[in-house]
């Protein structure tokens, strides 16, 4: 690659080594104590109860960023059933509310354990 006059390159094993990191960030599991987040190759994304079997703790998102606009649109401080509005029902909406907090990549606390309550930072 070249940049203003600079020349920059990558030897076969740096190559190599970014192929398996980015595809290690772009697909895969990352567990957290009660959830998990599976970015699909499809593109999807889960969010499943940590090692649980059943399509009943897990949701099924198109994509993460489908999760992130979802977490954009939720107030400053929410529980699980503003989550309910979102069409999400029953345990996943507290699944999803759970993995808000447990993800690194939304900045949010847990201020409240009866009933769930999340508070955005």
């Known amino acids: 690659m070249h940049v203003d006059e600079t020349t920059y390159g990558l030897d076969e094993g740096a190559v190599s080594e970014l192929r398996e990191r980015l595809e290690t960030v772009l697909t895969g599991t990352q567990e957290y104590v009660y959830t998990s987040g599976e970015h699909r190759e499809d593109g999807s994304y889960v ?66 354990r009866q009933p769930l309550t999340v508070r955005k930072l």
């Open 47 to 112: 969010v499943a109860r940590r090692g649980a079997q059943s399509s009943g703790n897990r949701k099924v998102f198109e994509s993460f960023r489908a999760v992130e606009r979802l977490y954009e649109r939720l107030p400053e401080t929410f529980t699980a059933d503003d989550l309910s509005r979102t069409g999400l029902t029953d345990g996943r909406r507290h699944l999803v509310l759970r993995h808000f907090v447990e993800h690194p990549g939304f900045d949010c606390e847990l201020t409240s």
